[in-house]
Each structure stands twice: as structure tokens, then as C-alpha cells.
């Protein structure tokens, strides 16, 4: 199981979060996001896990300028961004993830066209404004979705979403997006207790 930290900004923070049993780390740039990275590339550059730079309603040119700069290995769509919007970047080489709120099994029908069109899909809880609520959604409406494309579970997971995550079962289901859950403070990750539930989840890793 893919696990994937988002929103990280601060250096001494990357180096720890990035030293655990963890897959994926988050960078958003997106500036009217509290976990806004600045224009810091070492920061970026030092983490030794695959890096997902997440943006929203940006312009193509700027994803790729980013993406290259940072020598990201992931891009996460987390607007409006359309299906074509989407396979132009695969075209020209890069992974992508697209973020999708979710409320009830309708919302799993915009999924549909952009099958083939990015990598994976994050199903994320949804709210008022784009990232995350820190809540979670039913994760019993994903047994509605029939696609192809794998996906990640995001949205309020946190210390005691542990058995949740256990006993969650679909062919497709393939990792998780931890964030505000494990936080301090926005941006700042608690390293102990993120090491506390990555041991107790390790039995499905």
C-alpha cells in the first residue's frame, strides 16, 4: 500500500517524515493553501521519496516549469482540471494523479472520462473550498466505482483511522494521502506519531 505525505514545507520536517516507511511526499503549490511551499527547491530536492507536486487551476506551462525544476516524480490535479488538460501532460511524459471530492455515489461519475488519462485517482472528501477538510467521507460509496484506474483514499485519516483502513477492501484501492491528521500545525508533521501509525498499518503494506 502506497503511502503518500502531503503538504510539507519544512526542511528539517522533510528530512524526518521522509527518513520513515513512507512512499510518496506531498509539495502544494497552490499559493492560496496554507502548506504553500515557497520557491525552495533544496528543500524539495532532499527528500528521498518519490515527490507529488499538487496544483490547482494552474496553467500547463507552469506545471511542467515546476515539475522539472523540482524533479517531481507525480503531479496531483486538485481543480477543474479536464481530461484533455489532463492527457496532454501524459503525453509529454509525466505521472499524474487526479484529485475527485466525494460525497455520495454520484460524485464517482465524473471519474468516468478521464479513465486512461492519469495514473491515479485520490478520492478526497468533499467541501467548500479546494484541499482538504480534515473530515472524512463514507468510504462504503466507493463500492460504486467500477473504473480502471487505481486510486488513493484522503480526507480526515488520522490516528484512529487505523482499523478503518484495515477493513477496507476494493481490487483497486491502492494507498492513502495522510495530511492535516498528523499536523501540529499546518505544514508540520508530527514525525512520532506518523511512525506510530505506519507500524500499526504495516500489516497491509
Known amino acids: 500500500m502506497i503511502i503518500k505525505v502531503c503538504g510539507m514545507r519544512d526542511e528539517a520536517n522533510i528530512l524526518d517524515v521522509s527518513a520513515l516507511d513512507i512512499d510518496w511526499m ?3 503549490f497552490y499559493p492560496k493553501s ?8 533544496d528543500n524539495i530536492r532532499n527528500c528521498r521519496v518519490k515527490k507529488v507536486g499538487v496544483f490547482v487551476n494552474a ?3 507552469q506545471i511542467m516549469e515546476i515539475a522539472d525544476g523540482y524533479k517531481l516524480d507525480y503531479i496531483q490535479l486538485h481543480g477543474n482540471e479536464s481530461p484533455d488538460f489532463c492527457h496532454t501532460l501524459q503525453k509529454r511524459g509525466f505521472n499524474l494523479i487526479k484529485a475527485f471530492s466525494i460525497a455520495n455515489k454520484d460524485d464517482i461519475k465524473q471519474t468516468e472520462t478521464y479513465n ?9 472528501t468533499k467541501c467548500d473550498s479546494y484541499g482538504g477538510s480534515g473530515k472524512s467521507f463514507d468510504w462504503k460509496v466507493l463500492e460504486a466505482y467500477n473504473g480502471d484506474t487505481p486510486f488513493l483514499l484522503s480526507g480526515g485519516i488520522n490516528m484512529n483511522s487505523v482499523e478503518h483502513i484495515l477493513d477496507f477492501k476494493h481490487p483497486l484501492f491502492r494507498g492513502i494521502d495522510l495530511n ?10 508530527d514525525v512520532m506519531k506518523l511512525n506510530s501509525f505506519i507500524n500499526r498499518i504495516s500489516s497491509i503494506r
Open 26 to 28: 506531498g509539495f502544494i
Open 116 to 124: 486512461g488519462r492519469v495514473d491515479y485517482f485520490l478520492f478526497d
Open 180 to 189: 492535516s491528521g498528523f499536523e501540529t500545525q499546518p505544514g508540520l508533521k
Open 59 to 61: 496553467a500547463q506551462e
Open 34 to 41: 496554507p502548506r504553500y511551499i515557497s520557491d525552495d527547491k
